[in-house]
């Protein structure tokens, strides 16, 4: 009887030992898939991170301004410039920027219409070289206060010298 309590008891021991070695290998593969699905759900999220979206390009968005009088340079022959101003986007971003910073994007237009001379702005290269100095200012304000979103064009509804 004691050789068979013996063969019972190391068949026990093994029992247990062959449980303790397939449980240790099941925590090892669990903690394996655990790791490889936690490292795995980074890199797409790392990469979805590292794409930027582009701004939409929509409709064609028109921002009036209120006219502008300005006097010019004592000097000039000129009294006065008035002009009247219409901002192309097709960023509904930059629309609202545009609308949000109109009072900071009017006095740097009127500072910058002030410092005209009226023998320059005869000329249509004169005006077209105005046109594109008021599209950088307001592209200032944009990339500065705003979305950084692209001014597409300036229009000169109404451009009056005397």
């Given at each position: ?8 008891e ?14 240790a ?10 790791t ?10 790392a ?10 390009k ?13 006097n ?40 910058l ?7 320059d702005l ?8 105005l ?32």
């Open positions: 009887m004691a050789d068979t309590d013996e063969i019972e190391g068949g026990g021991g093994k029992k247990k030992l062959i449980l303790l070695i397939v449980g290998l099941l925590l090892v593969g669990i903690s394996v898939g655990v490889l699905m936690l490292l795995g759900g980074d890199e797409p999220a990469e979805a991170e590292a794409v930027v979206e582009e701004p939409v929509g409709d064609p968005v028109y921002i009036e301004l209120k006219p502008f009088t300005v010019l340079d004592p000097q000039d022959p000129v009294g006065f410039l008035q002009v009247d101003i219409q901002i192309l986007t097709y960023f509904s971003e930059v629309s609202e920027d545009l609308e949000k910073h109109k009072p900071l994007i009017r006095n740097n237009l009127t500072v219409f002030g410092q005209q001379r009226s023998a005869r000329s249509v290269e004169g005006k077209e070289a046109q594109n100095k008021v599209r950088e200012t307001i592209q200032q304000v944009v990339d500065k206060y705003g979305s950084g979103g692209q001014v597409d064009n300036v229009f000169f509804n109404n451009f009056v010298m005397q």
